[in-house]
């Protein structure tokens, strides 16, 4: 999609909700942000999930940073 398109779906969204009355504007404010919330929730339970996965199959490692850095210069 072109940055054109976007700015014009973008301003075209601020001008329906532009229309809006002031009650409806909240609401509408208070239902993106609730699902901006739910989508980082869903976004850190995944990565937490493909975390344990790798700690389960054994693809995690422990030890110091010295450890870390040599691992690094290989």
Same mark, same amino acid.
């Given at each position: 999609?072109?940055?054109?398109?976007?700015?014009?779906?973008?301003?075209?969204?601020? =001008?329906?909700?532009?229309?809006? #009355? @002031? =009650?409806?504007?909240?609401?509408? @404010? =208070?239902?993106?942000? $609730?699902?901006?919330?739910?989508?980082?929730? $869903?976004? @850190?339970?995944? =990565?937490?999930?493909?975390?344990?996965?790798?700690?389960? $199959?054994? $693809?995690?490692?422990?030890? #110091?940073?010295?450890?870390?850095?040599?691992? @690094?210069?290989?």
């Amino acid at each position: 999609m072109s940055k054109v398109t976007k700015t014009s779906q973008f301003q075209q969204a601020i =001008e329906a909700v532009e229309v809006l #009355s @002031l =009650e409806d504007q909240a609401m509408l @404010l =208070e239902i993106i942000q $609730n699902r901006l919330r739910q989508q980082r929730r $869903n976004a @850190l339970l995944k =990565e937490v999930t493909e975390v344990h996965q790798d700690y389960a $199959n054994g $693809n995690v490692k422990f030890g #110091s940073v010295t450890d870390f850095m040599a691992e @690094l210069d290989d």
